[in-house]
Protein backbone atom coordinates (compact mmCIF):
# COMPACT_ATOMS: atom_id res chain seq x y z
CA UNK A 1 0.00 0.00 0.00
CA UNK A 2 1.29 3.64 -0.56
CA UNK A 3 0.91 6.26 1.58
CA UNK A 4 -1.98 8.11 -0.71
CA UNK A 5 -3.76 5.00 -0.31
CA UNK A 6 -4.12 5.26 3.43
CA UNK A 7 -3.48 9.03 4.21
CA UNK A 8 -2.75 8.51 8.24
CA UNK A 9 -0.35 5.44 7.35
CA UNK A 10 3.61 7.70 7.45
CA UNK A 11 1.92 9.97 10.17
CA UNK A 12 1.22 6.55 12.43
CA UNK A 13 4.57 5.28 11.75
CA UNK A 14 6.31 8.46 12.35
CA UNK A 15 4.05 8.38 15.64
CA UNK A 16 5.93 4.78 16.83
CA UNK A 17 8.35 5.33 19.73
CA UNK A 18 10.32 1.97 18.43
CA UNK A 19 11.39 0.20 14.86
CA UNK A 20 12.67 -2.81 14.45
CA UNK A 21 15.15 -2.10 11.31
CA UNK A 22 16.15 -4.72 9.43
CA UNK A 23 19.66 -4.97 7.10
CA UNK A 24 21.45 -7.65 5.69
CA UNK A 25 25.63 -7.91 4.86
CA UNK A 26 27.25 -8.13 1.77
CA UNK A 27 27.10 -12.38 2.26
CA UNK A 28 23.10 -11.93 3.08
CA UNK A 29 23.23 -12.29 6.70
CA UNK A 30 20.38 -10.89 8.10
CA UNK A 31 20.57 -8.35 11.01
CA UNK A 32 17.69 -6.77 13.22
CA UNK A 33 17.67 -4.52 15.58
CA UNK A 34 15.30 -2.06 17.52
CA UNK A 35 15.76 1.65 16.86
CA UNK A 36 14.28 5.10 17.93
CA UNK A 37 13.73 7.06 14.96
CA UNK A 38 12.29 10.18 13.51
CA UNK A 39 11.04 11.31 10.34
CA UNK A 40 11.59 14.30 8.88
CA UNK A 41 11.22 15.32 5.19
CA UNK A 42 10.07 12.06 4.00
CA UNK A 43 12.95 10.72 5.51
CA UNK A 44 13.56 8.17 8.12
CA UNK A 45 16.41 8.78 10.63
CA UNK A 46 18.23 7.06 13.12
CA UNK A 47 21.70 7.70 15.20
CA UNK A 48 24.10 5.84 17.00
CA UNK A 49 23.26 7.23 20.48
CA UNK A 50 25.31 7.09 23.83
CA UNK A 51 22.84 3.99 25.34
CA UNK A 52 25.68 1.47 26.02
CA UNK A 53 26.84 -0.84 23.20
CA UNK A 54 29.60 -3.75 22.53
CA UNK A 55 31.37 -1.20 19.94
CA UNK A 56 31.11 1.76 18.12
CA UNK A 57 31.38 -0.03 15.34
CA UNK A 58 27.78 -1.30 14.43
CA UNK A 59 26.94 -4.24 12.11
CA UNK A 60 23.98 -1.87 10.71
CA UNK A 61 26.09 0.72 10.16
CA UNK A 62 28.18 -1.85 7.78
CA UNK A 63 25.49 -3.37 6.18
CA UNK A 64 23.95 -0.47 5.20
CA UNK A 65 27.65 0.40 3.38
CA UNK A 66 27.60 -2.30 2.15
CA UNK A 67 24.20 -2.57 0.93
CA UNK A 68 22.28 0.24 1.00
CA UNK A 69 19.04 -1.80 1.52
CA UNK A 70 17.12 -0.99 4.82
CA UNK A 71 13.60 -2.23 6.22
CA UNK A 72 11.68 -0.89 9.24
CA UNK A 73 8.95 -1.82 10.91
CA UNK A 74 6.35 -0.78 13.53
CA UNK A 75 3.64 -2.21 15.09
CA UNK A 76 0.84 -2.11 17.64
CA UNK A 77 0.20 -5.66 19.90
CA UNK A 78 -3.24 -5.90 21.85
CA UNK A 79 -4.30 -8.44 23.52
CA UNK A 80 -7.88 -7.54 21.60
CA UNK A 81 -6.45 -9.04 18.21
CA UNK A 82 -9.15 -7.02 16.25
CA UNK A 83 -6.67 -4.09 17.14
CA UNK A 84 -3.55 -5.59 15.81
CA UNK A 85 -1.70 -3.72 13.29
CA UNK A 86 2.11 -3.31 11.79
CA UNK A 87 3.91 -0.80 9.11
CA UNK A 88 7.01 -1.18 7.37
CA UNK A 89 9.04 1.08 5.34
CA UNK A 90 11.59 -0.11 2.90
CA UNK A 91 14.10 2.25 1.48
CA UNK A 92 17.57 2.69 0.49
CA UNK A 93 20.09 3.80 3.31
CA UNK A 94 23.18 5.62 3.68
CA UNK A 95 25.52 6.89 6.56
CA UNK A 96 25.85 9.81 7.30
CA UNK A 97 28.63 11.99 10.02
CA UNK A 98 26.64 14.12 12.29
CA UNK A 99 27.65 17.37 11.02
CA UNK A 100 25.99 16.52 8.05
CA UNK A 101 22.78 15.48 8.96
CA UNK A 102 21.90 18.45 11.85
CA UNK A 103 17.98 18.61 10.69
CA UNK A 104 17.65 14.63 11.24
CA UNK A 105 19.73 15.53 14.98
CA UNK A 106 17.72 17.48 15.63
CA UNK A 107 14.32 16.00 14.75
CA UNK A 108 15.17 12.88 17.27
CA UNK A 109 16.22 15.54 19.63
CA UNK A 110 12.66 16.67 19.31
CA UNK A 111 10.94 13.29 19.45
CA UNK A 112 12.96 11.51 22.26
CA UNK A 113 13.39 13.51 25.79
CA UNK A 114 16.05 11.46 26.68
CA UNK A 115 18.17 13.21 23.82
CA UNK A 116 17.14 16.72 25.61
CA UNK A 117 20.40 16.76 27.55
CA UNK A 118 22.49 14.28 25.56
CA UNK A 119 22.42 14.67 21.47
CA UNK A 120 23.48 11.67 19.30
CA UNK A 121 26.83 12.27 18.14
CA UNK A 122 26.17 9.93 15.57
CA UNK A 123 26.28 8.31 12.71
CA UNK A 124 23.15 8.58 11.42
CA UNK A 125 21.24 6.40 9.06
CA UNK A 126 18.91 7.76 6.58
CA UNK A 127 16.57 6.09 4.80
CA UNK A 128 14.95 7.37 1.72
CA UNK A 129 11.55 5.39 1.66
CA UNK A 130 10.98 3.73 -1.55
CA UNK A 131 7.84 1.50 -0.39
CA UNK A 132 5.55 1.59 2.11
CA UNK A 133 3.35 -2.15 3.46
CA UNK A 134 0.96 -2.26 5.83
CA UNK A 135 -1.45 -4.46 7.86
CA UNK A 136 -4.35 -4.00 10.27
CA UNK A 137 -6.27 -6.37 11.27
CA UNK A 138 -9.81 -4.77 11.08
Same mark, same amino acid.
Not at 8 to 26: E, N
Not at 105 to 120: H, M, T
Given at each position: MTPDLIP?? =?? %???????????????DGTP??? =????????GMVYTAVDHKPKTTRHLRRLSNVAATGRVSLIVDHYDDDWSRLWWIRVDGSAEVLEAAAATAA????????????? %?? =?AGPVIAVRVS???EWSAS
Open positions: DL =PA %RFAQASVARMATVSAHLV =PVVFAVCGLDALVAKYRQYAS %RR =PGWR
